[in-house]
């Protein structure tokens, strides 16, 4: 034991375990030494070397005392000694909610007796998106060592509010608009069947009594969970585990990463340049212009057909071929006048139909008379 002194200081906290001190380095609080066990230095490998980075003093013990300040022998031979912790406040998980932009949600630990039975509720708080936890000063298991090794490192990210009167804070949340839901093996109401939605605060009782009368009668609902085999009643932790889990899935998931779907893709309007994307299907080529059908060239505009016109009027026809006619006759009688013109052509009256024409005899010419005559 005297090995031990001065190794953890006043006003200082030991937090042992792999998982316990990489999240609470993780969460930067300020570490004082960093403790290793010899033989098992080699194991921790990435503790130390990230200790040694952050100029954390690294000091060697065995593994007998490591225990002795632990108060467990499962601390996996290493431990950081930190500052001492502080706790929050019930308007710094408030503020907490607003931040994330959810309605409250707050679990409250009613006199639970074993660290191991802490420790795991305070991991499933943290994982199912408790904002804070409530647990009273007295009668209430310590954050010993083995509380923080059983949360497997969670305690460093949740708000933890320390308080002399549980039933008072339930009060005060309830008056903040929180509805008190405790956890009761006798309640008439399962926990499928009950509301949790919204701005709550889920009660979690003793080992064995269950809920203290006072912060029962602060409690808005009672629930249980439906047992089916022989024994009565659950863990403390697992029961209390199941209805956080409870509560946020009627809260609501977080939406799930958007995946490619592994079906044809449409094509795209734009290319997606954001980093981190999967490639999208290259498009589909457009055929070539060769194996496309040559565009029917457009008619020519000589070739294009004339309007049709409109059909004219029966006596418009007629007047038209007598005209015609007309004209015709005064061009053959203006042919005619040419020909009698002196030097013109001779014209011969036309033969009356139906006759024969006779070759024309010409009439031979008188002789002359001879001089003295006969």
Avoid: W
Avoid at 3 to 23: D, F, N, Q, T, Y
């Amino acid at each position: 034991m005297a090995e031990a002194a001065g190794l953890v200081a006043p006003g200082e906290e030991l937090v042992a375990g792999r998982h316990p001190v990489e999240e609470a380095l993780a969460a930067r609080r300020v570490a004082r030494r960093l403790l290793v066990v010899p033989h098992r230095r080699d194991a921790l490998e990435r503790i130390v070397l990230h200790a040694t980075t952050l100029r954390i003093p690294i000091v060697e013990v065995e593994g007998g005392t490591l225990t002795a300040l632990a108060g467990f022998d499962g601390h996996q031979g290493v431990a950081v000694v930190l500052e001492e912790r502080r706790f929050a406040s019930l308007e710094d998980i408030l503020a907490r909610a607003i931040e994330r932009g959810e309605p409250p949600f707050v679990l409250a630990l009613d006199s639970l007796e074993d660290p191991q039975n802490l420790g795991s509720l305070l991991r499933s708080a943290e994982a199912a998106g408790v904002h804070g936890v409530l647990f009273p000063i007295r009668r209430q298991a310590p954050l010993t060592p083995a509380a923080v090794k059983a949360s497997a490192g969670a305690i460093e990210h949740l708000l933890l509010v320390p308080v002399d009167d549980l039933a008072g804070a339930l009060a005060d949340l309830h008056v903040r608009g929180l509805r008190v839901v405790g956890a009761e093996a006798d309640a008439a109401l399962t926990h499928r069947d009950a509301d949790l939605r919204g701005p709550l605060a889920l009660v979690v009782g003793h080992e064995g009594q269950g809920l203290g009368p006072t912060v029962r009668r602060r409690c808005d609902l009672l629930v249980r969970i439906p047992m089916r085999g022989r024994i009565a009643s659950l863990n403390a932790a697992v029961a209390g585990s199941v209805l956080l889990f409870e509560a946020s899935g009627q809260r609501g998931e977080a939406p799930a990463p958007v995946r490619p779907s592994a079906g044809p893709a449409e094509p795209a309007s734009e290319p997606s340049t954001g980093p981190g994307q999967a490639a999208e299907p290259a498009p589909v080529p457009e055929p070539a212009a060769t194996a496309e059908p040559a565009p029917v060239p457009e008619p020519a505009a000589t070739a294009e057909p004339a309007p049709a016109r409109p059909l004219a009027d029966p006596g418009q026809v007629a007047e038209a071929s007598a005209s015609s006619a007309r004209g015709r006759r005064t061009a053959r009688s203006a042919a005619t006048d040419d020909d009698l013109l002196p030097g013109g052509p001779a014209v011969h009256p036309p033969e009356p139909p139906g006759e024969a024409s006779a070759p024309r005899r010409r009439r031979p010419r008188s002789a002359p008379d001879a001089p003295g005559g006969a």
